[in-house]
């Protein structure tokens, strides 16, 4: 007997869980079951325009390159960098590079410096100022030193020839050490290996999310499709990257994130849909009957829970960090698609497959009527979970909150060299600190105005050298460099402390606040701003402090109005919001015990630095708080389901976890999987987001959705569901839309 269609399904009977406003008369199918239907009776259109459009993006990106517009500080320092980009077209000033020569006797590194001036002279397009070669104190070492012209932008490139001759000179010298460091090389070699990491974990992560994907479909087919709709969807995302940078600040690590986010999220919100559509056939259902259902159920809890995700990442555009932009962009942007495409895409091809969708069978790893079973573990935790409310909620608040207690120590902040110590260049770094120790990076003032080359500001200099001392706050040589043809004059300051300490913090605001004023700023017509690694750090900081609360605020108010309009509740918003700051604090709480205290590093290959990556925290709350309303919504959407059948919420409560248990722990251990990845990466940045999101992923995802959330449920009772009648009126008019 021919099964009808989804159109024929859609006509003939009303969805199996309606709003309990509903009435016989409503005709009007919800949003997102007509957009289902519609890519049913279009699959082949859905299917191929998602496909062509993808290619689009993608060639798009491709033509356009990977132009980025540089991103700037906040504050003073941001003011400073500006001033430089406007006057020179760079906002940096070009960058040292420093080639050591150690080993053999004193004459043949004698000749093996001149070799390198020589080399370094030879090619101009590539170095520039050389000067030396410099003898350490020990009579061991000699240095030669040279500045890499052009835009700081390009210098990655521009040093490359630099590079070659300082190798051509170490294959004459093999008896010697000659190897070259500095900013720019330093920087090549970071995104070189920011390169190879991000084809590692597209390498690594595929593979182990197919495999995951198997264990829970047991079908090569069922498994691919999650799979493959997330990779169109990062690369859609990674190609609009190109288009951004156009106008926004992307950052090296972008291309990174953008995997990250959109592999988890692509392949969660796939299997919601299809592990949905797959119980309602293990129950009877026709295909279409099914993929209604699922477009319905599964569909709308994936629009809220993408919606939720996406507005949590916008909420690093009030941050005023211009590192953020780019990232953030990014990260809706595959999120959104990551969602369109489960709401068009994947009813068509599904549509499309009907049984097919289960060819490609591993028989070790499947069977169906398992598969879409209710978990009797969870089912039986849940329901001594909701008899013992207060013990089991409790005893799982202190474990989360003493794991969170290590963040009340968090110190945010920057490694004296951001880049993996494994690196020749790093270590090479490393040896010219030690034979030629040196203090922190000086504050840089620029200066702007009018007659910079004139006596008034000449006296100025020189009066700000004469507040330079031995062991004051500001300490000398202090030089003065004109750029630009007297058009700037950049004021190279050193501090005192190690650049990154309360002493260097003090130097600077006694240079800004006190100094500055008191010579440069009793000059008419000149204006004037320090920027510097110092200054930077402290700038952003200070951006940090004054814009996280508002961040913070604002997500998660945002994140409640979507979740009281989406439920008709005020309870749930708020024991969603609480539960995912809990486990927000336990993931901090983890990362500070790694990445700060300087545990494990020896088996993930790192170097504590004392602190977390500054921006590191704000980026994971926002997509934690974000990413964790998956759980959320796709849990509380079963357990309404039930609820509006006439089932009491402590029955609901244990009927949608125990039915919800399966996607819900596949897709974590997926997303799990994923993030664990970006551990094994040779970055800290990566090293901390993988373990950090792994961490808060796998708790929310068991002790909270496990635990927490039926025993806050079970406490509140009928509760749960208490709203103004203005607020269940329009939860019900969203339902019914969506």
Known sequence: MRQPSFDQVLLRQE???????????TRRRPVVERIAGWSARHRKTAVFG???????????????????????????????????????????????????????????????????EAALRGVPSSAADVRGPRLSADGRSELVTFTVPGKAADTTTTVQAAQQAVAAVQARYPGLTVAESGDASISGAVSTALGHDFHKAEETSVPITLLLLLVVFGSLIAAGIPLLLAITAVMAAISLLSVVGQWLPVGSSTSEVVLLIGM????????????????????????????????????????????????ALAGLFLTGLSIFDGVALGSIAVVGIAVVGSLTVLPAVLSWLGPRLERGRVPLLRRRARATRPS??????????????????????????????????MRIGYPAIDAPKGLPVVQTMDRIERAFPQGPSPAE??????????????????????????????????????VAGDRALLISVPLAGDGSDSASANALATLRNQVLPSTLGTVPGVSFAVTGDTASNVDFNQQMRDTVPLVFAAVAAAAFVLLAVAFGSIAIPLISILLNLLSVGAAYGLVTLIFQDGRLQGPLGYTSFGGIIAWEPLFMFVFLFGISMDYHVFLLSRIRELRTRGASTRDAVTGGIASSAGVVTSAAFIMVAVFSVFATLSLIDLKILGIGMAAAVLIDATVVRGVLMPAALSLLGDRTWAAPRWLRRRADRAELAA
């Open 264 to 311: 988890a999220v692509g392949i969660d919100y796939s299997l919601f849909y299809l592990r949905r559509e797959r119980e309602e056939r293990a129950r009877g259902a026709s295909h279409a009957e099914a993929l209604r259902i699922a477009a319905g159920t599964s569909g709308k809890a994936v629009l809220i829970s993408g919606l939720t995700v996406m507005v």
């Open 376 to 409: 009797r573990l969870w089912g039986a935790l849940a329901r001594q979970v909701v008899k013992h409310p207060l013990a089991w909620g409790g005893i799982a608040s202190l474990a989360l909150l003493a794991l969170a207690a290590p963040a009340l120590g």
């Open 445 to 482: 003032v620029v200066v702007t105005g009018k007659d910079l080359g004139g006596p008034a500001v000449r006296h100025a200099v020189e009066a700000l050298r004469g507040r330079a001392t031995a062991s004051g706050p500001i300490r000398g040589p202090i030089s003065a460099v004109p």
């Open 50 to 116: 998602w496909l062509l459009l993808v290619a689009v993006v993608f060639l798009a990106g491709q033509a356009l390159g990977t132009k980025s517009v540089p991103p700037y500080d906040p504050g003073q320092s941001g003011q400073a960098q500006r001033a430089l980009q406007q006057i020179t077209g760079d906002y940096q000033p070009a960058p040292t590079e420093n080639v050591l020569i150690q080993g053999g006797t004193g004459g043949l590194r004698d000749h093996a410096a001149r070799a390198v």
């Open 15 to 25: 969805p199996e869980v309606t709003s309990l406003a509903a009435t016989p008369a």
